[in-house]
C-alpha cells in the first residue's frame, strides 16, 4: 500500500514539475519574442539577416504563406526549410493568438519548445515570430529533480 502511495505521490510531483516546467519555457520564450519583435519591426524582412546574424537567440520568421524567412540557427538554409503552415503554433498565431508547442524538431532532430506570435514591421510586412529553445534539457533537469525525490521516499 505504501508503495502504491508513494508511486502516485512520484507521478503527481512529477506532472507538477513537468507543467511548471513549460509555464517557465513559454515565458521565457515569449520574453525572447518580445526582443526580436521590437528589433524586427524596424527592419525590411531582407534586412534581418543582416541585423540577426549575431544572435544567440534560437527564432524563425515566417511568411502568412508558412514560408520561413529567416532563421537564426539556418541561415541561407531558409529556402530548403519545409513549409510550416499547418504546424499548430503557427495557425495560433495567424488566427491572432500567442502559439506553444513542444515536439521534435523535424530541421534540428531534437525536443524544443516553440512560441509564436504575429507582428507586421514597420514597412507593412505581416509576419509570425516563433522562438524556440532545446526542451530536452528541460526534462534532463526534471529527471534529475525527481530521482533525489524518489530515492528520499524509498530510503
Same mark, same amino acid.
Given at each position: ?26 515565458? &521565457?520564450?515569449?520574453? #525572447?519574442?518580445?526582443? $526580436?519583435? !521590437? ?5 525590411? =524582412?531582407? /534586412?534581418?539577416? %543582416? *541585423? ?14 508558412? &514560408?520561413?524567412?529567416? #532563421?537564426?540557427?539556418? $541561415?541561407? !538554409? ?5 513549409? =510550416?503552415? /499547418?504546424?499548430? %503554433? *503557427? ?65
Amino acid at each position: 500500500m505504501i508503495l502504491i502511495i508513494e508511486g502516485i505521490f512520484i507521478s503527481l510531483n512529477s506532472t507538477i514539475l513537468s507543467n511548471l516546467y513549460q509555464q517557465r519555457v513559454k515565458q &521565457n520564450l515569449k520574453q #525572447d519574442n518580445i526582443l $526580436i519583435k !521590437r528589433l524586427a519591426e524596424d527592419y525590411r =524582412h531582407d /534586412k534581418y539577416k %543582416e *541585423v540577426f546574424s549575431e544572435s544567440d537567440l534560437r527564432f524563425t520568421l515566417i511568411d502568412y504563406n508558412g &514560408n520561413v524567412v529567416f #532563421d537564426s540557427k539556418n $541561415i541561407d !538554409r531558409e529556402e530548403y526549410m519545409d513549409n =510550416h503552415l /499547418k504546424r499548430a %503554433e *503557427v495557425q495560433e498565431a495567424i488566427n491572432g493568438e500567442e502559439g506553444f508547442a513542444i515536439r521534435k524538431s523535424k530541421t534540428l532532430g531534437y525536443q524544443l519548445a516553440y512560441y509564436t506570435t504575429s507582428f507586421t514591421n514597420d514597412f507593412g510586412e505581416k509576419y509570425i515570430i516563433r522562438t524556440s529553445s532545446d526542451y530536452s534539457k528541460e526534462i534532463l533537469s526534471l529527471i534529475h529533480i525527481s530521482e533525489p525525490t524518489r530515492r528520499s521516499y524509498i530510503s
